[in-house]
């Protein structure tokens, strides 16, 4: 990559072209042009002691030799006074694209001189215009695959974050769900292992009570037998009473039943929730997937803020549910997220255009105008590193959009934020094919 | 009538306190409530020998209830009861409220009975010298603060594979010896040699994870106050800490050097306190493990040095 290249110096583009006197003679100085070694070179510099005096070109000799009798009247005078006495010089060390901006600026049209090499203003050697100009080709083309290779990177790592934003957000989902399964499932579990006991202690109690019955019933019994009896059947009953479930145990079977349905209600949610059993556009009702998001936030939100619902009567909404319902609870836990202490969110939807309307709002921190500005953009968030990805809202815009939808945001600092999300009953493509409309009429 | 121990439950779903109530209202003095607020006003009208709590309910979260229930009954047992293990949450239950169990929903009823049991009873064992260390001080938040008479002499051991820890609590505490140790075994030598009041030590050790050794160590030398240095987040491995190792403190690696120095001050305060009273030290008994599933070569390390232990005074 470009950027991993150290970077290239003129020092390394110099030719170490011999250089001639000022004093040697026209004629002499062309027939240096014309020999091999010289075959690449436009122009010879002209130095005395280390100072450049100036170059000599191919196209000076030319004019010279153009004259009538140049060669004769001009060939035996000193170079000198052909010479261009100020040559672009360009010292040693100067990065090759401040050297290559500055030749562009400065050099003459058709290019007939190349530059001057000097380190702290010593002649070290000669620069060629055109392979100065091809390195920086070469350049561009390397940052141009550079390019190239970077946006296909970020493309790559951009898809990878929004699959890994899914899976954290399952994760949360299922780790919250399975805490309030926990929950009933840990008075369910405690209840019944009441009732085994108790039942236990009934069960023997009963044999107490039947020795006792029998007892008494039998002629032959002594009143030894039968006080032994009756002591030991009392003991088992006061053991049965002691425990206080028989009171209770109507209760008991109340809540083990309640949460009985708790727990079957959260399986149906974590399943409605993902929608995995139902096709990918599917028609709902706007209200359930609230619920649906809310049962499955539940456990975080409930720390944070009571949840008033204030719904109206909806159409059905043709929509992916599994991805709305994903929208659903990002903006309730952000909501959430947003409550320093305890507070509010509350839930409003009604019909509207020809669809349907959410809003959720809470009064939470707000945000300021340059943060409610960006909080589409993907990865921007204001949560500490490691806790935010920033891709919920910018998923969550992309999946509005994408339903036709709309989705916009109001926000006070200090006073909370509302979040207006609209959803058209129907999808646009649907709309126009035939097929679906005669399978939804 | 023999007075019944009381026993605190907090949770915000009222049929896990009502089925709590039928388990253990037979036993105990059961009082209940429904939420942080009502817990504290409970604990101000009465003695308490347990706090059990749930983590998360509204508005006060069940670390911050066992904090404070800490501050104003330092001598109730306090047990985290909770249906979602989260690294912060337990965390804070080690740090803040120094939690004898974190016990997770849905319990088993003879667990949770054999675990109140033991707390209550050593709620009433612990509480007369609890209390009396208690009563000068209130300064808020170091609750196990004892008078700074009480600290003895006791070496520090650091086992660390790296030399920061040990130079950052060596530089902080002139006069009181700090040992380093790279391995377990140089760790027990120390310990062997001199009488050892904190044992600072990461959790991956050359000889892998050492929390079979702390356990063992902590069952017999209950005195031994351990901070466990980690970057480890396993909320499995951090429950086992506390059920069967009752570490004093966990700080995440890199720690911060105040946070570091608070907690060696107060573990050796801690370590004080509980020597200096038996009593105290039943606060910290462990949980019952299977021994059999100790890699063998930690236990018998660990044995070895318990029996080369004997041959000084025993501590109580
Ligand atoms: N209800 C709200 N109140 C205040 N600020 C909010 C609210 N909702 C979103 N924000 C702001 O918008 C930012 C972007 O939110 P977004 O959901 O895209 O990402 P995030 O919540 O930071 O990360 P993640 O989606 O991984 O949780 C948040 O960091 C927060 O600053």
Redesign the interface.
């Known amino acids: 990559m470009a950027g991993q290249q150290t970077p290239t110096r003129i020092s390394d583009l110099v030719m170490r072209v011999h250089p001639i006197p000022p004093q040697m003679r026209v004629a002499d100085v062309a027939d240096l042009f014309l020999a091999e070694a010289c075959a690449d070179l436009l122009c010879l510099p002209v130095v005395r002691g280390g100072e450049t005096l100036g170059i000599v070109s191919r196209y000076d000799i030319m004019r010279v030799f153009l004259r009538q009798y140049g060669r004769e009247v001009f060939g035996a005078r000193p170079i000198e006074r052909f010479m261009n006495p100020s040559p672009l010089l360009v010292e040693q060390s100067t990065g090759i694209e401040e050297a290559s901006r500055y030749v562009r600026q400065h050099m003459r049209l058709p290019i007939t001189e190349d530059f001057v090499v000097v380190e702290n203003g010593e002649y070290r050697g000669m620069g060629m215009v055109t392979s100065l100009l091809e390195k920086m080709e070469q350049r561009v083309a390397a940052r141009g695959q550079a390019l190239v290779r970077a946006n296909q990177h970020l493309k790559a790592s951009q898809s990878h974050l929004v699959q890994s934003e899914k899976m954290a957000s399952l994760g949360q989902m299922v ?2 769900v ?14 019944v ?2 009732v085994r ?1 108790f039942a236990a202690r009934t069960a023997t109690a009963l044999v107490a009570s039947g020795n006792l019955v029998r007892s008494l019933m039998d002629e032959r019994a002594t009143d030894d037998e039968i006080s032994q009896h009756l002591a030991v059947a009392t003991a088992e009953q006061d053991s049965v009473a ?4 028989l009171d ?1 145990l109507d ?2 079977f109340d ?1 083990t039943l ?2 009985l349905g708790e727990i079957s209600e959260l399986v149906l949610n974590l399943r409605n929730f993902s929608r995995l059993d139902r096709a990918r556009v599917d028609r709902v009702n706007l209200n359930e997937c609230l619920d649906s998001a809310l049962t499955i936030g539940r ?1 975080l939100i ?3 803020a ?1 949840v008033v619902r204030d719904y109206g009567d909806l159409p059905q909404v043709e929509c992916a549910a599994s991805q709305i319902n994903q929208v659903l609870l990002n903006i309730l836990t952000n909501a959430a997220q947003a409550i320093d202490d ?1 507070g509010v969110i509350r839930l409003q939807s009604r019909a509207l255009d020809e669809g349907v309307e959410i809003r959720i709002s809470d009064n939470g921190s707000g945000m300021p105008e340059t943060v409610r500005q960006r909080i589409f953009d993907p990865f921007y968030t204001t949560k500490p590193v490691g806790q935010g990805t920033g891709l919920g809202l910018s998923i969550s815009y992309q999946i509005i959009t994408q339903h036709g939808g709309s989705i916009a945001v109001a926000s006070t600092p200090g006073a909370g934020t509302e979040f207006r999300l609209w959803l058209p009953q129907q999808q646009a493509a649907t709309q126009r094919t035939p097929a679906t409309e005669a399978a939804a009429g | 009538m023999q007075l019944k121990p009381t026993v605190l439950f907090v949770d ?2 009222e ?2 306190l ?3 109530n ?2 253990f ?2 036993r105990y003095r059961v009082l209940t409530a429904n939420g942080g607020a009502r817990a504290l006003e409970l604990l101000r009208e009465n003695t308490v020998q347990v706090v059990v709590s749930d983590q ?4 006060m ?1 069940g670390v911050e209830v066992l904090r404070q229930a800490r501050e104003m009954q330092p001598a109730a047992m306090r047990i985290l009861l909770t ?2 293990a989260e690294l912060a949450s337990i965390v804070g239950s080690i740090n803040d409220g120094e939690i004898f169990r974190y016990v ?7 667990a949770l009975r054999n675990t109140l049991e033991e707390a209550v009873a050593i709620a009433e064992q612990s509480a007369a010298p609890l209390l009396k260390k208690h009563q000068p001080q209130k300064t808020g938040n170091e609750s196990t603060a004892a008078p700074a008479g009480t600290e003895d002499d006791g070496a520090i051991v650091v086992l660390d594979q790296r030399p920061d820890l040990f130079e950052l609590i060596r530089d902080s505490r002139p006069g009181r010896p700090v040992l380093s140790a790279g391995t377990l075994d140089e760790a027990l030598a120390h310990m062997a040699e001199q009488p050892t009041a904190v044992l600072v030590t990461d959790l991956n050790l050359p000889e892998g994870d050492i929390t079979d050794a702390l356990r063992l160590l902590k069952a017999r030398q209950p005195e031994l106050v351990t901070i466990v240095v980690t970057a480890f987040r396993d909320t499995t491995h951090l429950i086992r800490l506390i059920n069967q190792a009752q570490v004093y403190r966990v700080l995440p690696r890199p720690v911060s050097r105040n946070m570091l120095l608070r907690g060696v001050e107060s573990a050796l305060r801690h370590h004080g306190m509980i020597s200096a009273s038996p009593a105290l030290l039943r606060r910290h008994r462990v949980a019952e493990a299977n021994e059999v599933a100790v890699d063998n070569g930690v236990a018998s390390r660990v044995r070895g040095y318990l029996d080369r232990l004997r041959g000084r005074p025993a501590p109580v």
């Open positions: 780790a919250g399975a805490h309030e399964i926990n929950t009933p499932l840990g008075y369910v579990r405690s209840n292992e009441l006991d002691e425990t206080g479930i209770e209760n008991l809540d309640h949460g456990n409930k720390q944070k009571e305890f | 915000d779903e049929r896990i009502r089925t709590l039928l388990a209202g037979a998360r309910m509204p508005h979260t249906g979602y997770q929903k849905p319990w088993q009823l003879d």
